[in-house]
């Protein structure tokens, strides 16, 4: 994606003229994508690739933005607001773009990347984390030797995110607006809160199931509540080194599962879909599965890096959603880290 800044009648149009885009490729940012990223980040600073308003605008070519904030400062609070929110989002999908093109009495200067970026074809992941079963709700550990049905509370939930994506796609360029709405063929778990998810999202694509999309082992923790861990003297140590582990520890067997360390759960998933993402020439890939998956392909194979804080892994656990809710954006074919 090329990001073209620049104030008013400062060339812009002119110099996107000769890329030769098609008109369907380009974005021209609005009042209300910044009022969108804004609420997005709420009170706390939102890192770029995290946000689903900016991966949506990044999925066109090439993206004209205002550059504000060179002159005079606003009186009205309104007036400052709206030139706030305008800044954040230029910085952020700044830092989401392969180049980025600054407009003066027009004349371009590249200040970041190269325009060559055009020829390369990027490729997304759209990974749904499923909805709701009763052991979310009770907040239990719920792994791959837990096979739930998903809830009432979680239908409801998939209902909603049908209809929020369908306004999340129409913003998106058209050539993956399509790819989103109306995939040929989805990659799923074969746990059945998957495989439900799918077919309230996507009843009429092709599935195609991925054993090692499974969530995580979570051995003698499965389906108990980290309240019933710690207040059990059978489990209480051992949890606890657990949880001061940062939750890298391989998790203890049980009589039903042998229990998975956190290194192993990351190899498994990036492995299957690294030879799927190898094979497969689709623009967009559309995976359903659990929120362990949903971070672990983002985390290895996303582009963007999370910054690590105060010793706890969110280049990981930072792409963690809510049940029934999905992470979109560029991926690399090969783990980035």
């Known amino acids: 994606m090329i990001l073209i800044l620049g104030g008013v009648h400062s060339g812009r149009r002119a110099f996107l003229e000769s890329l030769h885009l098609a008109p369907e490729s380009v974005y021209e940012l609005k009042a209300e994508d910044a009022r969108a990223f804004a609420v997005e980040c709420g009170k706390k600073a939102l890192e770029a690739p995290l946000s689903l308003t900016c991966s949506r605008i990044a999925s066109f070519d090439a993206v004209i933005a205002t550059e504000m904030g060179l002159g005079i400062i606003p009186l009205e609070h309104e007036n400052r607001r709206l030139r706030e929110e305008n800044g954040r989002l230029n910085i952020a999908l700044a830092s989401l773009a392969d180049c980025v093109v600054l407009m003066t009495a027009g004349i371009p200067t590249v200040i970041k990347g190269s325009l060559n970026c055009l020829q390369k074809k990027s ?3 759209l990974v749904f984390r499923h909805g709701a079963t009763e052991a979310n ?3 239990r550990y719920a792994g791959a030797a837990s096979d739930l049905d998903l809830c009432g509370a979680g239908r409801e939930q998939l209902e909603r995110t049908k209809e929020y994506l369908q ?7 058209p050539a993956i607006r399509e ?3 109306f995939p040929k063929k989805i990659y799923l778990s074969p746990m059945k809160r998957a495989l439900q998810t799918a077919q309230i999202l996507y009843p009429q694509a092709e599935q195609c199931l991925v054993e090692d999309f499974r969530e995580m082992d979570f051995g003698l923790f499965e389906n108990h509540t980290a309240d019933e861990l710690f207040s059990d003297e059978k ?6 080194a657990f949880v001061d582990s940062g939750a890298k520890m391989k998790c203890p067997p049980s009589d039903k599962s042998p229990g998975e360390s956190m ?5 498994r998933t990036a492995d299957a879909f690294e030879k799927l993402a190898r094979e497969s020439s689709e623009e967009v890939m559309i995976v359903i599965a659990h929120g362990g998956t949903q971070m672990s392909l983002f985390s290895q194979f996303s582009p963007y890096s999370l910054e ?3 010793g706890d892994v969110s280049s990981y656990y ?5 049940c029934a809710s999905f992470r979109f954006g560029i991926i690399s074919v090969t783990k980035s880290r």
Do not use: H, M, P
């Open 308 to 310: 690590e804080q105060s």
């Open 123 to 125: 490729r997304y992941l």
């Open 235 to 240: 489990t209480r140590a051992t949890y606890q």
């Open 179 to 181: 790819k989103i709405l």
């Open 318 to 322: 930072g792409w963690q959603t809510d």
């Open 263 to 267: 290194d192993d759960f990351l190899r």
């Open 167 to 173: 306004t999340f796609a129409e913003n998106c360029s």
């Open 137 to 139: 709700v009770e907040k």
